[in-house]
């Protein structure tokens, strides 16, 4: 498991970041505090976003592909 903070500020973002994940057979989510999302799920999502202060979970070692896929809404790295 590796996280990455990231920001999604509109709808249209929302919608293009889970096009975006759906494409990868692993398990993906999006934490805000105490909340975690699924984020191939458009209306979990929009229960914390927009939000500056989102963190994107990985649970998949080989994971380069979806970055590079994601870079638009990557911060920087940080690593759990």
Do not use: W
């Not at 999502?45 to 990985?58: A, G, R, S």
């Amino acid at each position: 498991m590796k996280k990455y903070p990231i920001q999604i500020n509109s709808l249209d973002e929302i919608t293009t970041f889970v096009r975006t994940v759906t494409k990868y057979n692993y398990d993906v989510d999006l934490c805000k505090g105490n909340t975690v999302v699924d984020a191939k799920s458009i209306l979990g999502i929009m229960t914390i976003c927009p939000n500056p202060d989102l963190e994107l979970i990985i649970y998949n070692s080989d994971h380069d592909d979806i970055l590079d896929s994601l870079s638009d809404f990557l911060l920087e790295e940080k690593t759990a």
